[in-house]
């Protein structure tokens, strides 16, 4: 019996794209409906913070295990140290993460995902997924972008 259950749940490829196409599809019809205006959109504000630059790699390190803020910055090499200081700070206000401060001398400072800031891991897996699936195709369509803009400037 359990087996008929996940049977019926199974859905192939291109029907399970149409149908999570046709669920986001209806999901933004309501989105927009319920904000117009987007001032109170919670997609909006949510979503500012974990688009940015470096919000999904820390997210994603801190994903594995807790990292010093030193170990971040090694992790994350091209982050300056005043950006991961502000991203830290905008994750941790978010409930994201949390920041642990050890009474030692010098005292030293963790950072750890929260377990809101876990449930975020399995969406960040689709994304970062996603991202290197289609990494390829996207910088061809940029190219030819360029290339067809170069040509009409």
């Known amino acids: 019996m359990e087996g008929t259950t ?7 490829g291109p029907a399970r794209e149409l149908s999570a196409s046709k ?6 019809k309501t989105w927009r409906d319920r904000y117009p205006d987007l001032v109170n959109c919670p997609i909006r504000d949510v ?3 974990l688009g940015d630059k470096w919000s999904t790699l820390i997210l994603v390190t801190l994903g594995g295990r807790p990292h010093r803020f030193g170990e971040l910055r090694r992790e994350i090499a091209d982050i300056s140290q005043r950006m991961l200081t502000q991203t830290l700070r905008d994750l941790q206000r978010d409930g994201l993460i949390s920041r642990h401060v ?3 001398q010098p005292p030293s400072v963790e950072y750890r995902l929260t377990p809101l800031g876990q449930t975020l891991l399995d969406p960040l897996a689709g994304l970062i997924r996603w991202a290197e699936t289609n990494h390829r ?3 061809r369509a940029r190219r030819a972008f360029d290339a067809v803009r170069t040509e009409t400037d």
């Open 6 to 12: 996940t049977a019926k749940r199974r859905i192939d």
């Open 23 to 28: 669920e986001l599809s209806e999901g933004l």
């Open 47 to 49: 979503l500012d913070q």
């Open 102 to 104: 050890f009474p030692t």
């Open 137 to 139: 195709e996207i910088g």
